[in-house]
């Protein structure tokens, strides 16, 4: 493998998860400022943002920290937030398992929703690239996503509450996954996939923990594998 | 809050190793080993199982106006979408989407 064709799928990563800059900017100054508010010091606020580097999770923690719940319900609820990674890990292992266990560490640290979904869409579109094109792929488009999530829950801790939280940019986050939706409707097996995602999530959305979602997931996955099936 | 610093370290990292494990878990353990026909099937389809589930709910019940369903916000969505689905291109679809937002607000 020629360095210049790792660098140039390294850029492409990069230019590809640009965008979602806009979305962990804003989100984790929101945490850097709400857990400074909350009596988080710098260094627990980063410890957060760098050793978990979930969004979600970490706003879950947090809301229960300041309501004082016990440390075990904590960790529970925020680790049920983030079951649905282990789907998006045994999702990529078709692309990366071949990968050294050191370098699918690597991936597994940095797999996030618009980090996994973003590579996910480049794999299907080149399922024949080479694996470690594919991993530097990955590390692309997570080095302006996680640099952001980095440097902007360290301003939100830093400035604290000189800035103002109701940054109204409320709706990036929704657009950016939206706009990932519409490059994976490549067939009815997907497109059926994905209203019953939708449908089921809304059904369940009362349910605690994001199960609603995990349930629509695995029903989801269900109908587009035998849609598939039985097209073909 | 009442937490010491110490409990709050050890929710961290309790949080960091189980977040890891989760995000490790199938990529770790099953490696380079060949999955079955109907495992891969459905693995397939797991990115649009899960991110139209995820941002469903953000959609319709927005978060900025109180869980009430807003026009400006459900046209962007419904324009993200197409633009992503037409173009297959996920910048194009974010900056359409974004577009559609703020000239909604602007009419409505």
Redesign the interface.
């Known amino acids: 493998m020629s360095t210049s064709t790792i660098k140039s799928v390294f850029w492409k990563g990069c230019r ?1 998860g640009a ?1 979602f800059i ?1 979305v962990a900017a804003p989100f984790s100054l929101l945490f850097g400022v709400v857990g400074t508010e ?3 010091n710098i260094a ?1 606020i980063m ?2 943002s760098v ?4 969004g979600a ?1 970490q706003f879950a ?1 947090l809301h229960l ?2 309501q ?1 719940a016990p ?1 075990l319900v ?2 529970a609820t ?2 049920a937030v ?13 692309h ?3 990968a050294s ?1 050191r370098r ?2 690597l ?3 940095f ?1 996030f ?1 618009q980090s ?3 590579a ?2 480049e794999y299907e579109r080149n399922p024949e690239r080479p694996v470690t094109e594919k991993f530097f792929y990955f590390l692309g488009v997570v080095t302006p996503v996680a640099g952001a999530w980095y440097a902007f829950s360290l301003i939100g801790a830093v400035l604290g509450e000189s800035i103002p939280t109701d940054i109204g940019l ?16 490549k067939s009815v ?2 497109l059926a ?6 449908i ?3 059904a369940l ?1 009362g349910l605690p923990y994001g199960a ?2 995990l349930i ?10 035998e849609t ?2 039985r097209m073909t | 809050m009442t937490f010491s610093a110490a409990e709050i370290w050890f929710i961290i990292i309790a949080l960091g190793i189980g977040t890891f494990l989760i995000r490790f878990s199938f990529l770790g353990i099953i490696g380079n080993r060949r999955m079955p026909d109907w495992v891969l099937r459905h693995l397939r389809y797991t990115p649009v199982a899960l991110i139209p589930g995820l941002v469903a709910p953000l959609v319709l019940w927005p978060e900025a106006t109180g869980g009430t369903p807003d026009p400006a916000r459900l046209s962007a969505a419904a324009a993200t979408v197409l633009i992503g689905w037409a173009t297959r291109n996920v910048i194009a679809a974010v900056l359409g989407g974004a577009a559609t937002l703020a000239l909604a607000m602007w009419l409505l």
């Open positions: 590809d965008p806009l909350a009596g988080l627990e410890g957060f050793l978990v580097i979930a999770a923690a920290m300041i004082d440390t904590i960790l925020s680790l983030n079951l649905r990674m282990a789907m998006y890990s045994a999702s990529l292992v078709p990366l398992g071949q266990l699918r560490a991936v597994a640290y797999n929703d996994y979904a973003m996910i869409i409320d709706f990036a986050l929704p657009i950016t996954f939206l706009a990932l939706i519409g490059p994976m409707l097996a997907h996939a994905a209203l019953t995602s939708v089921v999530a809304l959305g609603g979602l629509a997931g695995l029903a989801a996955m269900v109908v587009g594998a598939e099936r």
